[in-house]
């Protein structure tokens, strides 16, 4: 079993920064794929980031790929998302999700396996 703890959401004006976490316990095997996801009221689920098992590959998304930086500390079992220039329409509930997988097969938020509970980020103008 697979527990995935976020932390790190909160309120910030436009042009801000945060800084996701993701905390692991259990082993979801290997190879894995780690994502952020997120979800804004009356919106479906969208991909942010992904990264692959040992952090050397990342995938983001089109609407934060320059402002987001997915990253991984494995010693840590800990997954990070560096939010920066946040703006208001990238107010949702942000989840860290694991799928035991590589990230070029696994992409789309019903492909994972384990999922947090998720935390709030709200942005300004």
């Known amino acids: 079993q697979v527990v995935l703890v976020e932390s790190g959401g909160g309120s910030v004006q436009a042009g801000g920064s945060l800084r996701l976490s993701c905390v692991a316990s259990g082993f979801p095997g290997s190879p894995n794929c780690a994502g952020w996801f997120r979800q804004a009221p009356g919106k479906e689920r969208e991909a942010v980031a992904r990264v692959s098992t040992n952090g050397g590959l990342t995938y983001h998304g089109d609407s934060v790929r320059g402002r987001f930086t997915i990253s991984r500390d494995t010693a840590k079992n800990t997954v990070y998302l560096q939010m920066n220039d946040l703006q208001p329409e990238d107010t949702a509930m942000y989840y860290c999700?694991?799928?035991?997988?590589?990230?070029?097969?696994?992409?789309?938020?019903?492909?994972?396996?384990?999922w947090g509970q998720g935390t709030q980020v709200t942005v300004s103008a």
């Open positions: 999700a694991i799928v035991r997988d590589t990230c070029q097969v696994r992409r789309l938020a019903r492909e994972f396996t384990y």
